[in-house]
């Protein structure tokens, strides 16, 4: 039996894990974000007279909501040490079906919006499908897909005038509330699958050690192509959004969403490498890219540069998450 | 337990090869696990150790050779087939995932799942029963582990190896095989490791074990097999033999011998 007195096999003792422990735990797992985007947004609250209102918030949380949805398919993919580059262009694809869908096939808004779902969670699958037989590395598999998808876009929607939706379908897109809302739940059921589940529990085990997780017996294979049907999934959710908000469709829609996904989630803190990570971190890191972006620009500062802002601010997220492994 | 007056041989591997290419890493290695023993697998690097153990347990896919338990051909061909037959592996340096809590590395790819029928529906993972199940084993075990729910990299190399022993117990219905449990620990760490793999003896479980350190082959297995190049070179009976012999048996100073 193990020695008594000896101390490598004893840890702090502590009471079982109630609610608020694991309340407080999670707290601690964002409250930086979360004061770096309050931070930011105080900054541009001094510096510009007109970004003091409620309606400049509400439009920021509105921007965020459709790339912030298509975020959370991208968080789960990062976490489990994936790469999706497609998603950009399955949004592409989601948006001209949807509008087929509707226009060409005269079917009911609820129904196409059924099939544009459906379609999104296809091409995310023959992403993981590809992956999984090929053995070609996600990155190559999904820049061939941005390319191939975005052709399939064109393809479905070339000729074709897709505009002016059944007022029903408009209503989702449109305003504040609903895209707010959407998001929100989204986040919410992303966050529910990644922390309750069996799946989404294996995501980050599959992100952190593929070859533990495979020794233990997680399928990691079948694990790996359910992950990109999601971020297939919530590229479609945000397509139709999309879609319904501008009335609007088209196959040029979505160019560079999917790095914009890649950027909020690691601004938020998820792993870049896999196996750490949550889906309320990409929300607000998508609120502190469109909070940069808005008070940029309400402080007259050009796209151009309010790229090259965003784009130093992926770099040093990514460098952050290098030097916290390093610390370890 | 050193009499092993006919014990029933609960697992048998016979004329187990594995080749890469043109390169002979195990070479139609038999091998007998009794019933109730620890049983010591030892060799210079490169002699086949891992490869052997990881063709035991469906890690690696062997080129030919056959796995009996309980005498019956039993298939292995994936670690998930190794499980299904008893058999609880713990790889060095592949033991735990660092970015999980404990609860989480325990029960993965086992996970207990909530008997409800958003449960079964959706796969949600019940985490009081599991934590309930890793309290009790823990106290049974005497590892004195209270915070499970924090990830795997917070606790040291003792405690880690502690947690993945153990896992043997809470699902090796019947063998455990271990490679390298000391490896990465210090003294006292190791003492209390090799502690905890002869109390899983008293939980039921046959242990295979690869080593390095001949002191615990002395102090705490049964019988020792001897690989070199590939092969088994000896099996020997711990009783019978001394580390000057098994350091001349691993180095090929010794020729080949067979015990019992």
């Known amino acids: 039996m193990i020695n008594q007195k000896s101390s490598e096999f004893v840890s702090v003792p502590q009471a079982k894990t109630n609610g608020w422990q694991i309340l407080r735990y999670q707290f601690m797992q964002i409250w930086q974000v979360l004061a770096a985007l309050i931070l930011i947004y105080a900054v541009f609250f001094v510096l510009s007279p007109a970004f003091r209102n409620i309606d400049t918030l509400l439009s920021i949380f509105s921007q965020a909501a459709i790339l912030a949805i298509l975020a959370c398919g991208t968080t789960v993919v990062l976490i489990s040490g994936g790469l999706d580059l497609s998603v950009g262009s399955i949004f592409a694809v989601v948006g001209v079906v949807v509008g087929v869908l509707i226009k060409d096939y005269q079917l009911a808004y609820p129904v196409a919006i059924i099939g544009a779902l459906v379609a999104g969670t296809c091409l995310g699958a023959l992403n993981g499908v590809i992956q999984v037989v090929t053995k070609v590395p996600a990155f190559i598999v999904t820049l061939g897909g941005l390319t191939a998808y975005k052709g399939l876009a064109e393809l479905l929607g070339s000729g074709k005038d897709l505009s002016r939706f059944p007022e029903g379908f408009q209503m989702l897109g449109s305003g504040y509330f609903a895209p707010i809302c959407i998001m929100f739940g989204a986040a919410l059921l992303t966050g529910l699958f990644l922390t309750k589940t069996r799946l989404g529990n294996h995501a980050f085990a599959i992100g952190g050690n593929e070859e533990v997780a495979r020794l233990s017996g997680v399928k990691v294979a079948r694990s790996r192509i359910y992950y990109y049907m999601i971020g297939g999934m919530f590229a479609a959710t945000a397509a139709i959004l999309e879609v319904s908000k501008l009335n609007f469709a088209q196959s040029s829609r979505g160019v560079s969403y999917e790095l914009f996904a890649i950027a909020a989630v690691v601004i938020g803190g998820t792993s870049l490498f896999g196996g750490r990570g949550g889906v309320g971190k990409t929300i607000i890191g998508m609120l502190i890219m469109q909070t940069i972006i808005v008070g940029l620009a309400y402080l007259g500062v050009g796209t151009s540069f309010q790229r090259i802002a965003i784009g130093a601010i992926i770099i040093l997220a990514v460098y952050w998450d290098v030097w916290r492994r390093q610390a370890r | ?260």
């Not at chain 2, 880690?160 to 210090?186: H, N």
């Not at chain 2, 020792?224 to 590939?230: D, H, I, K, Q, T």
């Open chain 2, 1 to 260: 337990m050193k009499h092993v007056v006919a014990a029933k041989k609960i697992l048998q591997a016979r004329g187990l090869s594995k080749h890469y290419g043109g390169v002979v890493a195990l070479d139609s290695v038999d091998l007998d696990l009794r019933e109730g023993e620890v049983l010591a697998i030892v060799g210079d690097n490169g002699a086949g150790k891992s490869t052997l153990v990881k063709a035991l347990t469906g890690a690696i896919v062997k080129t030919s050779g056959s796995v009996l338990i309980d005498g019956r051909e039993t298939r292995i061909d994936n670690p998930a087939d190794a499980k299904a037959a008893g058999m609880e592996t713990v790889y060095q340096d592949l033991a735990l995932v660092n970015e999980i809590s404990i609860t989480k590395n325990m029960f993965l790819g086992r996970e207990i799942i909530k008997d409800t029928l958003i449960g079964r529906l959706f796969g949600v993972l019940d985490f009081p029963k599991m934590d309930a199940k890793i309290r009790d084993l823990f106290e049974k075990l005497d590892i004195r582990i209270t915070d499970i729910y924090r990830d795997a990299e917070a606790f040291s190399g003792g405690q880690r190896q502690a947690v993945a022993l153990s896992k043997t117990v809470m699902f090796g219905k019947r063998i455990a095989i271990l490679d390298e449990p000391t490896a990465a620990l210090g003294v006292r760490e190791s003492k209390m490791a090799m502690d905890l793999v002869s109390s899983l003896k008293d939980h039921g479980l046959s242990v295979i074990m690869i080593t390095h350190n001949m002191q615990h082959v002395l102090n705490y297995c049964d019988r020792v097999v001897v690989m070199r190049l590939g092969k088994v070179a000896a099996v020997c009976d711990v009783a019978e033999v001394d580390g000057d012999t098994l350091v001349g048996l691993i180095t090929g100073a010794i020729e080949k011998r067979q015990g019992r």
